[in-house]
């Protein structure tokens, strides 16, 4: 049997609901899929156990399929892959690839840290390895090179792990496998061939690009479309208090979600119901189209007749 030449995923922490910021990241990677003919899977990624909160699962592929968002196959949950991703880090570790580190944050609070805020590791634990009796998380040795990929939506980018990320966690010293890891070691597991997500991700790219090589796993194609931020400019999440996506008047959202990736639905569609929206946007989904900047969504949760106000 042949691969399929197109599988897609959706893979969202189950922190809470979703909201529009991550429909958007959804309805991108679904289209995506669905205008290739391809496969469209869910991936729960409950890693970090404290985190989640119980049954934000259900409440987001209840989203899922209220907005018409229809997943193939069955969710994996990253909490029940923890011999798959220690099976990698033993593989890491056969390769030397990966050194213990016992650095605690507070050790590390005056480090550099790069463009995106995120402390980059000083090398401390590489050259003075401690014996493995204290807690330690798992590095892996980034090497002084520069990672080249191509990004669907924002085009050719490098990014010098070494210099820019320094040696990177991939388990904690918690116990914990790190999302870096994890990602990787599943989309291979799940025969993923295109990856859409959020563009607060494009810089963890190059990190899964690294891992992919060191582990012998193919990479699959990469788009980061835009993330939708509240009036103060931060992405919507939890921590900003996102309001939940609204269980009415989803066929405004939905428009307004795809205004937001460059697919604004024509006057026609005005009072489409969501499968209409969704079957229009499957013929006319151009990544190409999908535009770089974020989207500033409504402050309040009611879908009143407010498209999304791009940003300046
Ligand atoms: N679980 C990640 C998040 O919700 C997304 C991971 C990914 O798409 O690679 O931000
Ligand atoms: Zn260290």
Known sequence: MSSPTYIGRFAPSPTGPLHVGSLVAALASWLDARAAGGRWLVRMEDLDRPRCEPG??????????????????????????????????????????VFACTCTRSQLAQAPRNAE??????????????????????????????????DRVHGALR????????????????????????????????????????ADLLWNTPRQIYLQGLLGLPTPAYAHVPLVTNAAGQKLSKQTLAPA????????VLAQALAAL??????????????????????????????????????TQAPDNQPLAPSP
């Not at 996506?245 to 405004?252: D, K, V």
């Open 245 to 252: 996506l609204p269980e009415r008047g989803r066929r405004m």
């Open 56 to 97: 934000a699962d259900d409440t987001i592929l209840r989203q899922l399929e209220a907005y018409g968002l229809l997943w193939d196959g069955t969710v994996l949950y990253q909490s029940r892959r923890d011999d798959a991703y220690a099976a990698a880090l033993a593989a890491l570790r056969s390769q030397g690839a």
């Open 262 to 299: 460059g697919h604004p639905p024509p006057a026609e569609l005005v009072g489409a119901g969501p499968g209409e929206l969704l079957g229009w946007a499957v013929g006319e989904w151009r990544i190409k189209n999908v535009p770089l900047h974020p989207t500033i969504a409504n402050a």
């Open 117 to 150: 805020g995120e402390i980059v590791y000083p090398g401390t634990c590489r050259l003075h390895p401690f014996p493995n009796l204290a807690p330690h998380a798992w590095r892996v040795r980034t090497v002084d090179a520069s990672t080249h990929f191509v």
């Open 159 to 198: 990014q010098d792990l070494a210099d820019e990320v320094g040696d990177f966690v991939v388990k904690r010293a918690d116990g914990l496998f790190a999302y870096q890891l994890a990602v990787v070691v599943d989309d291979a597991f799940q025969g993923v061939t295109h990856v859409v997500r959020g």
